[in-house]
């Protein structure tokens, strides 16, 4: 049976060899269907697809088209998480680096510059401004402008395609720069605090206009920042206090979530209530990430110096279950141990020495903040970690936040 299916094999392929010389190269491959073609691009280089769109003009139509925006939003997905690095003192350029696409264990740094086109408006502006980056969703970034905070700057460093965006919403704040898979586009939401109570705009890029949320509850609560996860078709932020309650600990109402497809906000408490969580201070030590597909938990305690990790393993249910009890101060496992040691010891306890910013791949990523601030990768099923290097030396103050390639237009 095996020769036979050996036979029928080597038959086929040499039929198949046999067509393909007796026809022209070019018209085999107009032969082929649409998505066949798509998923052939799709995995050149990112500057090579992009000159795919002049070729002709069915490329252009293929590249344009909803079959190439699945692929490219799938691949987008599935591509390898990577850490953007952003130089906070850069002066007069952008400062982005990117972290963890290059793993071959003989290149000594593992950093890629990122460029962005001089003829950007955000070039323009860094000249004369600071620019701060506050989210980061699906390769797409989204800057702030200090000096005028009304602007900001939503850029795709792969397409070099930037978007310019304008409001008098103010006093308020960006919560979030998300995708919504369901209008296949990106949005940025926008919380207008006014007094007690807050009001949410969510921006259409291809409408180039705020739109006001008019939810069927009404909510007052302030986010954390940081970028809001994505699990189960919406964003997740730990709840910083509520404006109405602002004495009271929110952790009934710990975990903010906001439904991308209806545009509903709701709320569910977070796990590991403890003595400790009396305060709002004690949700700036909480964050939200994604592990497995699934919401996961990081309460950073002290004076312990632990750190708790939760995993939301039914997410209608809400039940919640601890995975990971991670021991910052073990000498064993951390080499940071000893310097963390040594600052409780000279400057006594204090909350903001060590933070952590978001598990990632498997990866808990944890920042050590003393006059350098150094990063550390910590791998919770092996319980390794490695220290980070940074592209520069004098690289002091920076923001991290997670990064992957796409091709996905902005507007």
Not at 190 to 218: D, E, L, N, P
């Amino acid at each position: 049976m095996t020769l036979e299916c050996f036979k029928w094999t080597t038959e086929l392929l040499g039929s198949l060899l046999q067509t393909i010389c007796k026809v022209d190269v070019d018209s085999t491959f107009e032969r082929l269907p649409d998505c066949l073609v798509i998923d052939i691009l799709s995995r050149l280089p990112p500057h090579s697809f992009l000159r795919c769109r002049w070729v002709c003009r069915h490329w252009r139509a293929l590249v344009s088209s909803h079959d190439c925006f699945t692929t490219l939003h799938d691949l987008c997905r599935a591509s390898t998480s990577m850490l953007l690095i952003r130089d906070n003192f850069a002066k007069h350029r952008p400062g982005l680096y990117v972290f963890g696409e290059n793993k071959k264990w003989w290149k000594k740094a593992a950093f890629e510059k990122l460029h962005l086109r001089p003829e950007l408006m955000i070039n323009k502006h860094w000249k004369d401004n600071v620019v701060n980056l506050l989210y980061c969703c699906q390769g797409v970034l989204l800057f702030a402008s200090i000096s005028w905070q009304n602007i900001y700057y939503v850029v795709n460093p792969v397409t070099q395609e930037e978007v310019t965006i304008r409001h008098t919403l103010y006093p308020g704040y960006v919560s979030a720069l998300y995708f919504c898979p369901y209008a296949r586009q990106f949005r940025v939401l926008y919380t207008q605090v006014r007094g007690s109570s807050c009001q949410y705009f969510v921006y259409i890029f291809k409408m180039r206009s705020w739109r006001k949320i008019r939810s069927s509850t009404s909510f007052n609560f302030l986010s954390s920042g940081g970028n809001p996860p994505v699990v189960n078709g919406a964003l997740h932020w730990i709840v910083y206090h509520d404006l109405e309650r602002k004495t009271i600990t929110p952790c009934e109402n710990g975990i903010m979530v906001f439904r991308m497809d209806k545009e509903e906000f709701s709320a569910m408490p977070h796990p590991g209530s403890s003595p400790l969580c009396k305060s709002k201070e004690a949700h700036q030590t909480m964050t939200l990430s994604v592990k497995n597909d699934r919401l996961s938990f990081c309460n950073l305690l002290f004076p312990k110096y632990t750190v708790d990790i939760w995993i939301l393993e039914d997410y209608e249910a809400q039940t919640w279950m601890k995975r990971y009890k991670v021991d910052l101060l073990n000498e064993r496992i951390f080499p940071l141990s000893s310097r963390l040691r040594e600052i409780l010891g000279v400057r006594g306890y204090t909350k903001r020495w060590i933070k952590v910013l978001y598990v990632q791949e498997g990866e808990l990523l944890l920042q050590l903040q003393q006059i350098e601030e150094e990063l550390f990768l910590y791998n919770l099923d092996h319980r390794t970690v490695k220290k980070i290097e940074m592209p520069r030396k004098e690289m002091t103050l920076y923001t991290c936040k997670p990064y992957m390639k796409s091709f996905l237009a902005i507007a």
